[in-house]
């Protein structure tokens, strides 16, 4: 578990499953993830990535706000097959906490920890390129646009533009 002022970050819990499938369902949550999930895909999900947390020490957690335990969505760090020598750090929170600065929150949480505990050089963070969303919050974390690529994901090509990070620009 992490804390933030505002956050929790914790494994998945069944209260969680209900919300993380209406998050999951948002077309305008999953636009550039992939198609949403139904209900049985969105809870194989959550505790698949419990399940990775546990074996690696690292991985997605669900984000919940201290102030009344609300489920907000999931943040953290992982491995991607397009770049398996980076670890890569990722959100995705519900349509009605965009704009809160809750992503940047739960990211800079994971970014300590990449590069404290964890002792990472480099993280990376990967979006679609019209994603002007996520490409601002990655600003926001002081990562720097590091190059484009056509990647694939379940066969399905996407123009990427993947921003990174090392550890001494984090440290400043």
């Not at 992982?78 to 990211?107: C, F, N, V």
């Amino acid at each position: 578990m992490r804390t933030t002022e505002r956050l929790v970050l914790r494994p998945f819990r069944e209260s969680d499953l209900e919300p993380w499938a209406a998050l999951n369902a948002d077309p305008d949550v999953t636009q550039y993830l992939g198609p949403p999930l139904d209900r049985e895909d969105s809870d194989r999900t959550a505790w698949a990535i419990n399940a990775f947390y546990e074996a690696h020490g690292f991985g997605f957690l669900a984000v919940e706000r201290r102030s009344d335990g609300v489920f907000l969505g999931a943040c953290g760090l992982s491995k991607e097959q397009w770049y398996p020598d980076d670890l890569e750090i990722g959100w995705r929170l519900a349509r009605e906490y965009w704009g809160h600065g809750y992503a940047t929150e739960a990211a800079a949480s994971w970014l300590d920890h990449a590069f404290g505990e964890a002792g990472l050089s480099r993280v990376i963070a990967v979006t679609d390129t019209p994603n002007v969303r996520s490409i601002a919050v990655m600003r926001r974390l002081g990562m720097s646009f590091d190059h484009e690529a056509v990647l694939e994901d379940d066969g399905v090509p996407f123009d990427a533009t993947i921003y990174s990070l090392k550890a001494e620009e984090w440290r400043k």
